[in-house]
């Protein structure tokens, strides 16, 4: 398995995100708390379930993530003029700047975990994660991959 990629990947990824929450726990935040408020802030309002899939979280979970702002007063849900059995979900002024205190963990995040990497190959890597991704996702949207 060490020599499987897609595992290598995974391992990868799990760390990135332990270390993530780790690190956003001094804001009170988690990873998918933070994508829900740069979703929001940074694009229009979003319905539950467009976050959901956009952010690959179950409708259930972001129901419960999406409180849990709500409670922290740092987002807030209202009815979708164009649909009144969805909600939209925007942030409050005080999630724009936990969003924002956010970015900037994130940031020391990515440098902490990036660190055994060379600058050329960290370009490198993303963008050849961001093939992976791309391709991945156009295989989803024909329906080839579920």
Request: glycine share 6%; no cysteine; proline share 3%.
């Amino acid at each position: 398995m060490r020599e499987r990629v897609p595992f290598l990947l995974y391992r990868a990824a799990e760390a990135s995100h332990g270390l993530a929450n780790s690190m956003l726990g001094e804001l009170g935040l988690t990873a998918r708390q933070v994508g829900i408020l740069t979703l929001v802030t940074e694009r229009a309002a979003m319905t539950q379930k467009e976050l959901g899939v956009e952010l690959q979280i179950d409708r259930t979970v972001m129901v419960d993530l999406i409180d849990q702002l709500e409670a922290k007063g740092l987002a807030q849900r209202f009815r979708n003029p164009r649909d009144r059995r969805a909600f939209l979900i925007q942030p409050t002024p005080a999630g724009r700047k936990a969003k924002e205190a956010a970015i900037a963990v994130l940031d020391r995040q990515q440098k902490i975990f990036l660190e055994p990497l060379a600058a050329e190959e960290r370009r490198l890597l993303a963008g050849m994660l961001n093939r992976l991704f791309a391709s991945a996702r156009a295989r989803r949207d024909e329906g080839i991959l579920l």
